[in-house]
C-alpha cells in the first residue's frame, strides 16, 4: 500500500531544499555562528551560501548582523524566533510522515 501524500503537503519547502536544510540544522544547535564557520561547515561556496542566506532571512528565519571586528568584516548568523519555530515544526511534520510509512 502506498503512503498518502497528505502529510507531505505540511513540509516547509523553503526549509527543506538541502544546503537550506544544512544551514537550518547547524544553526538550529547553537546561538549563533559566523559566515567562515557555516561556510567551511556546511562546505558550500561563498556565493552559494549567501543565496541560501538571503532566502531564509527574507522569509524572517534567520538574523544576519554584519559589523567589523578589528578593521575584518564580520558576518553573525542566528536562527531568528520564527526560524526555529519553523525547524521545529519541520522536524514534526517530517518524522510524522516518515512514522506513516509502512516497515
Given at each position: 500500500?502506498?503512503?498518502?501524500?497528505?502529510?507531505?503537503?505540511?513540509?516547509?519547502?523553503?526549509?527543506?531544499?538541502?544546503?537550506?536544510?544544512?544551514?537550518?540544522?547547524?544553526?538550529?544547535?547553537?546561538?549563533?555562528?559566523?559566515?567562515?564557520?557555516?561556510?567551511h561547515q556546511t562546505a558550500m561556496t561563498p556565493g552559494n551560501l549567501s543565496s541560501?542566506?538571503?532566502?531564509?532571512?527574507?522569509?524572517?528565519?534567520?538574523?544576519?548582523?554584519?559589523?567589523?571586528?578589528?578593521?575584518?568584516?564580520?558576518?553573525?548568523?542566528?536562527l531568528t524566533r520564527k526560524g526555529r519555530d519553523a525547524f521545529k515544526q519541520y522536524?514534526?511534520?517530517?518524522?510524522?510522515?516518515?512514522?506513516?510509512?509502512?516497515?
Amino acid at each position: 500500500m502506498a503512503p498518502s501524500d497528505e502529510g507531505i503537503q505540511n513540509i516547509d519547502r523553503l526549509i527543506h531544499e538541502p544546503s537550506r536544510l544544512t544551514i537550518m540544522m547547524h544553526l538550529y544547535v547553537v546561538e549563533s555562528a559566523d559566515f567562515q564557520f557555516l561556510q567551511h561547515q556546511t562546505a558550500m561556496t561563498p556565493g552559494n551560501l549567501s543565496s541560501h542566506l538571503r532566502k531564509l532571512e527574507d522569509a524572517g528565519y534567520v538574523e544576519v548582523t554584519k559589523e567589523f571586528v578589528d578593521r575584518t568584516p564580520h558576518t553573525a548568523l542566528k536562527l531568528t524566533r520564527k526560524g526555529r519555530d519553523a525547524f521545529k515544526q519541520y522536524r514534526r511534520n517530517v518524522k510524522q510522515f516518515i512514522d506513516k510509512l509502512p516497515e
